[in-house]
């Protein structure tokens, strides 16, 4: 499964940034737990927000509860977003989009990872 993310860039603090996430050739995102994760540098990779391919059910770090909210298009299912609001400096990291048959949520073993957009808050 070969995952592209995109949306990535450098935001003020308190701004807003939409990360995208596009599943490649026949899949859909609606057939895999979809996850977002990230890594600082010098900082273990951490899980941001998480959605089950079957009944959509999200799952959040206590860190962005609240400011991120995680969706997939309601179309052919192409696309996994991460809206991310109220921006913090600490919020700076690679995140990555990543996919797996089973409802892993926030843990770190997915099989599929994209190579991740950059996000800097200033």
């Known amino acids: 499964v070969q995952l592209v993310e995109s949306g990535g860039g450098t935001v003020q603090s308190g701004g807003s940034l939409t990360l995208s996430c596009k599943i490649m050739?026949?899949?859909?995102?609606?057939?895999?737990?979809m996850g977002w994760f990230r890594q600082a540098p010098g900082k273990d990779v951490e899980g941001v927000a998480a959605i089950e391919g079957d009944d959509g059910t999200r799952s959040y770090a206590d860190s962005v509860r609240g400011r991120f909210a995680i969706s997939r298009d309601e179309g052919d299912g192409k696309i996994l977003y991460l809206q991310m609001n109220n921006l913090k400096p600490e919020d700076t990291a690679m995140y990555y989009c990543?996919?797996?048959?089973?409802?892993?949520?926030?843990?770190?073993?997915?099989?599929?990872w994209g190579r991740g957009t950059q996000v800097t808050v200033s």
């Open positions: 990543a996919a797996d048959f089973f409802n892993l949520q926030l843990a770190r073993h997915y099989s599929n």
């Open positions: 050739k026949d899949y859909s995102t609606r057939s895999y737990c």
